[in-house]
């Protein structure tokens, strides 16, 4: 079975589990970005407090030259990760972001 297929599973057998449909959104990044963004966006959603799925989403959205959402999602990957106390992430996020801002500048 190939990847694809086993991930799409995967996520219908278990469409509670946020990591099941960012799998599949990260392997849809390769093959449709489209459908890449609709999935992070589902997550976003409705998974809010899964962490991971913020800083992929906002860098799929800079090279589709969505800016401003880009911009909110940067920031809201850093509210959720500072009001979970997860630092660690925040600064992950904060860093990404800080430099996306650096290079728009240049």
Not at 82 to 96: D, H
């Amino acid at each position: 079975m190939d990847r694809l297929k086993l991930l799409k599973q995967f996520a219908q057998e278990e469409p509670g589990d946020p990591f099941n449909l960012y799998a599949l959104a990260l392997e849809y990044l390769k093959i449709n970005p489209s459908e890449a963004s609709r999935l992070f966006e589902k997550l976003v959603s409705t998974h809010p407090d899964y962490l991971p799925t913020y800083y992929p989403y906002a860098h799929l959205l800079i090279e589709r030259k969505d800016l401003d959402k880009a911009e909110r999602i940067f920031q809201q990957g850093m509210e959720t990760a500072k009001a979970k106390n997860e630092f660690k992430t925040f600064r992950e996020i904060q860093a990404a972001y800080d430099d996306w801002k650096n290079e728009m500048r240049e």
